[in-house]
């Protein structure tokens, strides 16, 4: 083991070194957002582009996506593509909603949602790990396995019970709401004072510190803990070593079975923890099909990440931001991003152009020129079109942000033990 820390330490100092210049990135780009955002309210005089409520609406639809995410990569950083987290949202929401309803505490329904989830990705390691079956067949049959298991639980338990039935539970009980005190009261002059930037910082701060449920605050130190345990221990640079290249971990003494299966039962209980949020969280209730696919969209938005922490907390808050606005201001609000979009993708065309890509700078400036049309020649968008957007958004970083991707080397791919 000494020969393995000896060897495996030097691996483990860079991501150490450029930890600084990561931090300083990610104000930068929050700076630049910020800005932005604050530029956009006052042009187009849509204000919950900022306020506080839209913050807190935005974390409310991010939260889950993020668990989801966290937990796609936690098993990919172990080599396991888990499409199952669906799947084990879909457990977390049931169980959630169900020992929450039946103890009378949500913290019963959230270990019991954990649970279940870890049981989904424990299902999910025996199949890839142990028998080797298909990483995508095996999360996709989790997935329309359980969405069944869950309907037919719900016709069997809540039968006789009032209020509930084969597709929704009974009204659970919440978490506790907490809010830092003071914080409304300061900067609530400040943030209607509509100052450009400044009353902006002030909304988004009173949206990240009142009226927060329990959860939620739980739910966003999962991300840094995440960081913390993966990047910063030997345990998580074992871990890391199994999906980067497990031949080589294995040969210093890493038991990489047991890795994979760590990191897929972690990966299926922080996406059932998602769905506890959606269950007890946004909607204090059990309801078939609540998911909404937000299994396979926090997979995107780790894919938007790097497969790093930070990343897809950027990743999830994108699609958390656009829903939330679809959903506060409908198609007025969704309508301002597109003169949003348009100046952003003119100045990749033009950052394009000086790396001598022609033909995307060109793509760029006509996609740019296009929605600065679009934006003058209406007032709102469609409500179809209004409802996508959040998936749209997505889809369009994703292919803008692929060209900078870097998957761990072994995910996905089958292994087994040399045989001495």
């Given at each position: ?11 483990a ?15 930068s ?24 409520g ?11 996506i993020?668990?989801a ?11 396991i ?53 298909d ?59 509509g ?40 345990f ?5 070593s ?8 294995e ?6 079975y047991?890795?994979?299966y ?43 990440g790097n ?7 950027m ?16 198609g ?8 949003l ?27 740019a ?13 469609p ?38």
């Amino acid at each position: 083991m000494s020969q393995e820390l000896n060897v495996m330490e030097p691996v483990a100092k860079p991501p150490a070194r450029l930890s600084g210049r990561s931090v300083w990135r990610l104000l930068s780009l929050f700076g630049a957002v910020l800005v932005a955002l604050a530029g956009l309210r006052v042009i187009t005089g849509q204000d919950m582009l900022t306020d506080a409520g839209t913050v807190r609406t935005t974390l409310t639809f991010a939260v889950p996506i993020a668990l989801a995410a966290l937990g796609g990569l936690w098993a990919e950083r172990a080599g396991i593509i888990n499409i199952g987290l669906e799947g084990m949202m879909i457990l977390g929401t049931w169980f959630g909603a169900y020992f929450a309803w039946s103890t009378g505490s949500p913290w019963i329904g959230l270990a019991a949602g954990v649970l279940a989830g870890m049981a989904g990705g424990l299902l999910h390691a025996v199949a890839t790990v142990t028998f080797a079956v298909d990483h995508i067949v095996s999360g996709v049959a989790i997935n329309i396995l359980m969405l069944g298991a869950m309907r037919y639980l719900s016709i069997l338990v809540y039968a006789d019970v009032p209020g509930a039935g084969a597709s929704q539970s009974p009204t659970a009980p919440s978490f506790p709401v907490l809010s830092v005190p003071g914080v409304a009261d300061a900067l609530g002059p400040v943030a209607s004072s509509g100052i450009p930037v400044v009353g902006d910082l002030a909304s988004l701060v009173i949206g990240v510190t009142t009226r927060l449920s329990a959860l939620t605050i739980i739910a966003i130190l999962m991300i840094p803990a995440t960081y913390l345990v993966l990047w910063k221990t030997a345990f998580g640079l074992r871990l890391r070593s199994v999906g980067e290249n497990p031949d080589a971990a294995e040969s210093l003494g890493v038991p990489v079975y047991t890795f994979k299966y760590i990191a897929v039962v972690i990966s299926g209980g922080l996406a059932g923890m998602g769905g506890v949020f959606l269950a007890i969280v946004a909607s204090q209730i059990y309801q078939e099909g609540q998911t909404g696919g937000r299994g396979y969209i926090g997979l995107a938005a780790m894919i938007f990440g790097n497969w790093r922490p930070g990343g897809l907390a950027m990743g999830a808050g994108l699609f958390g931001y656009t829903d939330a606005l679809q959903i506060r201001g409908g198609g007025a609000a969704i309508h301002a991003l597109l003169l949003l979009l348009a100046v952003v993708l003119l100045a990749a065309a033009l950052w394009q152009v000086r790396r001598d890509r022609k033909g995307l700078a060109i793509a760029g400036a006509i996609a740019a020129v296009l929605l600065l049309v679009w934006y003058f020649t209406t007032d709102s968008l469609p409500r179809e079109l209004a409802t996508y957007s959040p998936h749209i958004a997505t889809l369009l970083v994703l292919s803008l942000a692929s060209q900078r991707l870097r998957p761990p080397a072994g995910v996905g791919k089958q292994w087994r033990a040399s045989r001495s």
